[in-house]
T-cell receptor, first 113, second 117 residues
Framework: KQEVTQIPAALSVPEGENLVLNCSFT??????LQWFRQDPGKGLTSLLL?????REQTSGRLNASLDKSSGRSTLYIAASQPGDSATYLCAVRPVRTGNQFYFGTGTSLTVIP | NAGVMQNPRHLVRRRGQEARLRCSPM?????VYWYRQLPEEGLKFMVYLQKENIIDESGMPKERFSAEFPKEGPSILRIQQVVRGDSAAYFC???????????????FGPGTRLTVL
């Protein structure tokens, strides 16, 4: 069964810092990996989708990388802002059970002004 | 282009009552997924539906839970005879492509927060 782990569980940084969030997964046979942010009491906002054949995707200040062979992905946030404060979730879709995403429990990020 | 819509946003039920959660996918999307987020836990897949068909319900409890996605209208997640353990946030996602396609991106609604008294 696919297990998804996100480290750290919580992170607090001063505004302007660059930071890296980590996601690891146990079954490397995946269709894709998707990063989301979740604000308190709200739904999930899709940030980046990386297909299994891709190594990275970029959107604005965000860059996500995928190393399928080692079962790892990182989300890099450049020049963090207080508005980036949220919980960041990583989800993978295994080939074996292609219909569903497996989610990590997230990294709660606080950017201090 | 409106996103995925869910209603109600908050639902309170007493033990033994029925809960009906609605999800309208994004325009042009014919694939719907339901997930449950229990307090302090990650999201867990429940069911995947296409129009008029349940494709994968492997994550759905065998009893009291059912889902449908009719030809017309929203997808419905129905929980009969609710218990306190059903209290959770229920999220719906939709996608325009088959689940098995690598570029299949899921878009999530704001969720329905169910509280069972």
């Amino acid at each position: 069964k696919q297990e998804v782990t996100q480290i750290p569980a919580a992170l607090s940084v001063p505004e302007g810092e660059n930071l890296v969030l980590n996601c690891s997964f146990t079954d490397s046979a995946i269709y894709n990996l998707q990063w989301f942010r979740q604000d308190p009491g709200k739904g999930l906002t899709s940030l980046l989708l990386i297909q299994s054949s891709q190594r990275e995707q970029t959107s604005g200040r965000l860059n996500a990388s995928l190393d399928k062979s080692s079962g790892r992905s990182t989300l890099y946030i450049a020049a963090s802002q207080p508005g980036d404060s949220a919980t960041y979730l990583c989800a993978v879709r295994p080939v074996r059970t292609g219909n569903q995403f497996y989610f990590g429990t997230g990294t709660s990020l606080t950017v201090i002004p | 282009n409106a996103g995925v819509m869910q209603n109600p946003r908050h639902l309170v039920r007493r033990r033994g009552q029925e809960a009906r959660l609605r999800c309208s996918p994004m325009k042009g999307h014919s694939h719907v997924y339901w997930y449950r987020q229990l307090p302090e836990e990650g999201l867990k897949f429940m069911v995947y539906l296409q129009k008029e068909n349940i494709i994968d319900e492997s994550g759905m409890p065998k009893e009291r839970f059912s889902a449908e996605f009719p030809k017309e209208g929203p997808s419905i997640l129905r929980i009969q005879q609710v218990v306190r353990g059903d209290s959770a946030a229920y999220f719906c996602a939709s996608s325009p492509r088959l689940a098995g396609e690598p570029n299949n991106e899921q878009f999530f609604g704001p969720g329905t927060r169910l509280t069972v008294l």
